[in-house]
């Protein structure tokens, strides 16, 4: 199928995308100017398949200039740690690291709409969107394995909670950008739209999910989230 064909049917799905929401939504920009509502995405090969509400296209990696993240929080159902894949798994990690498992469901909503072969334009994989030397440094073996994944990603998540005193905002900083960034802005968050969109997201979505309780302070979190330190 010629290229104008596939942009053309990218085009319908699109539009059928922008009249509805979704947990995760991310823009990605062509070389033609258009910009499509993409719900998640894998890079296989020379190609990039991107799901949309109105259906799934394909199209050359050489026409994608970029994916960047767009600004839309749209409400998480509070039965989200109940309903979604990979809950075993991630009570399992979560019970192992000390982290709580509501927190790591809103992460990994935000990092891969729980598909466990997404891989970011950085390269980063997986349903915690883990970079491949992270992975290697955490002794993975197979960073699309699920179980793999989401323990060296909370494992990580639980290593930046420590790093800066459980707080969360910082964690979720180094988590996206990493802690050398962090670290290099005086322990703020760095002056990046992607960081800082991607940390109000998973931190307002967290706190809808934890509806009942007020929204933990930074230093609170540990109590308010059950940390208990890990191993």
């Known amino acids: 199928m010629r290229l104008r064909h596939i942009l053309a049917l990218i085009g319908m799905a699109s539009a059928l995308s922008l009249c509805a929401g979704s947990a995760r939504a991310e ?9 499509l509502i993409v719900t998640s995405y894998e890079l296989l090969g020379d190609k990039y398949r991107l799901q949309m509400v109105g259906g799934v296209a394909e199209v050359p990696a050489a026409e994608v200039l970029g994916i960047e993240p767009q600004d839309v929080f749209d409400p998480l159902p509070e039965s989200l740690t109940a309903n979604t894949p990979f809950s075993e798994v991630i009570r399992q990690a979560a019970s192992r690291y000390g982290v709580d498992a509501d927190l790591i469901h809103c992460l990994i909503a935000v990092e ?3 598909n466990p072969k997404a891989v970011s334009r950085k390269n980063a994989r997986g349903l915690m969107q883990i970079m491949p ?10 960073i699309f394995d699920p179980r793999e994944n989401v323990d060296a990603g ?7 909670l420590a790093k800066y005193n459980n707080d969360l905002t910082l964690a979720l900083a180094a988590y996206n950008a990493g802690p050398d960034k962090v670290d290099r802005y005086g322990r703020h968050v760095p002056p990046y739209a ?11 979505n967290y706190a809808k999910v934890k509806s009942g309780t007020a929204q933990p302070k930074s230093q609170d979190f540990a109590t308010a989230a059950g940390i208990s330190g890990g191993q």
């Open 194 to 204: 992607e960081t800082r969109l991607y940390v109000q997201r998973i931190s307002r």
């Open 112 to 114: 891969s709409n729980f």
């Open 27 to 35: 823009c990605v920009v062509l070389r033609s100017g258009a910009r």
């Open 133 to 142: 030397q992270t992975a290697a440094h955490l002794g993975v073996k197979n």
């Open 154 to 160: 909370t494992r990580y998540l639980r290593d930046m």
